[in-house]
């Protein structure tokens, strides 16, 4: 056969439904309602306009830039952007609860063409054959998919009754395998993160010599950033994204904040692999977005809002809906399958997320939309379900 075993055993990642019939609203993939800045969308039609030539030039290998206005980025809002405050002249600070007590420096920024990229190096530097990983049941599926196309033996540990992670056992299984820690937090699909303070004293308790990856794609929306631990633990890495906060997902922007010394590990990986990992229209559009924290931080709050409203919709109408730090729901209604919602908001002309894997299949997840969308999705829910 042509075809390789390896490729023969892989179980690829199943991404939300991407619309070809007719225009739905996308309330599926948890993307950002909103478009990018304004600054951001000039930035690049002005590189585009005054110079052409630099799309026939490979970009900068190391997004240096982008990695410099990412840091101060992070030091400017202190990687919580909801609870950021925004100033009438544009200005942000961070909320006490989100200040990082050191300086973000570049070099400790690996920045690349989306999370789900950067993942893959994550996975292929720190964990191999005889070092297995650690993870919830319920994470980003896309951990799994890894761990099988490099090979990586995992564990999968269930969650607890009430969604949360299974620390203890987490930790048992670590310190029984010698593997490592991976996890988002706030965690998905459920929508719960943990405390800084939860996290520290978990990571104090695993093996010291293993990675401990945190996965902070929500985190803009209600949770707490981890970066400040990093003084603390040189073991640790966090990922981020510029898809769901930033209204970036189109633009396939990701990156790391770690110790420059695993940092350079990852850089390692990058330049055996791919050297020009980010196109320079990215490069722009990502360095023109994190010069406008304001209006990013607006957004985030805009989404926390709906995000609010919309669980007290849900509750009143008697779901079951976790509480969320992130900028979706996960819900579920007793005597309706998740599938039959999602075929009824369809029909609708809304998408929402259904998932077949079981014990959560009878969730659906609801990406926040706009103020406009969310409407349209309450009056779906009242004329379908409730």
């Known amino acids: 056969m042509i075809v390789s075993e390896k490729v023969r055993n892989l179980h690829p990642y199943v991404p939300g439904e991407q619309p070809k019939d007719r225009d739905y609203i996308k309330l599926n993939a948890n993307e950002n309602p909103y478009p990018p800045a304004e600054n951001a969308r000039k930035a690049v039609i002005e590189f585009i306009e005054k ?97 099988g196309f490099y090979n990586i033996p995992m564990e999968l540990v269930p969650l607890k ?120 229209l990215a490069q722009v559009a990502g360095r023109a977005s994190c010069q406008n924290p304001a209006y990013y931080c607006k957004c985030a709050a805009a989404v926390v809002q709906e995000r609010d409203k919309f669980y007290e919709f849900l509750i009143s109408k008697g779901f079951y809906c976790i509480k969320s730090q992130t900028n979706f729901l996960f819900a579920k209604k007793d005597g309706i399958p998740g599938s039959e919602i999602y075929k009824r908001i369809k029909e609708e002309g809304i998408l929402i997320r259904h998932f077949n894997t079981p014990g959560i299949e009878d969730f659906v997840r609801i990406t926040i939309g706009t103020p406009e969308q969310m409407a349209l999705l309450k009056a779906a829910f009242e004329k379908c379900i409730c």
Request: charge should be negative; hydrophobic fraction near 40%; include cysteine.
């Open 51 to 147: 110079h052409p030539e630099k799309m026939g030039l490979y970009p900068d290998p190391d997004s240096c830039e982008l990695n410099k206005e990412i840091a101060s980025l992070l030091n400017k809002t202190g990687g919580v952007l909801c609870r950021a405050a925004v100033a009438p002249d544009g200005s942000v600070t961070p909320s006490e609860r989100d200040r990082i007590p050191f300086e973000v420096t570049p070099d400790m920024i690996y920045s690349g063409n989306g999370s789900d990229e950067v993942l893959s190096f994550l996975f292929y530097a720190f964990f191999d054959s005889s070092r297995r990983f650690v993870m919830p049941q319920f994470t980003y599926s896309f951990y799994p998919v890894y761990a």
């Open 161 to 280: 009754d009430d969604w949360s992670l299974d620390v203890p056992q987490m930790l048992a299984k670590a310190e029984k395998d010698g593997g490592g820690i991976i996890f988002a937090n706030p965690n998905a699909p459920t929508g719960i993160g943990m405390s800084r303070e939860e996290v520290r004293s978990m990571i104090k308790k695993a093996p010291s010599d293993s990675i401990f990856i945190v996965d902070e794609a929500y985190v803009d929306f209600g949770g707490e950033s981890c970066i400040p631990l990093l003084a603390e633990f040189k073991n640790l890495v966090i990922v981020r994204t510029f898809s769901k906060s930033l209204c970036g997902a189109g633009m396939r922007l990701g990156y790391i904040v770690s110790s420059p010394e695993l940092v350079a590990t990852v850089l390692t990986v990058k330049n055996s692999v791919n050297h020009f990992p980010i196109d320079a």
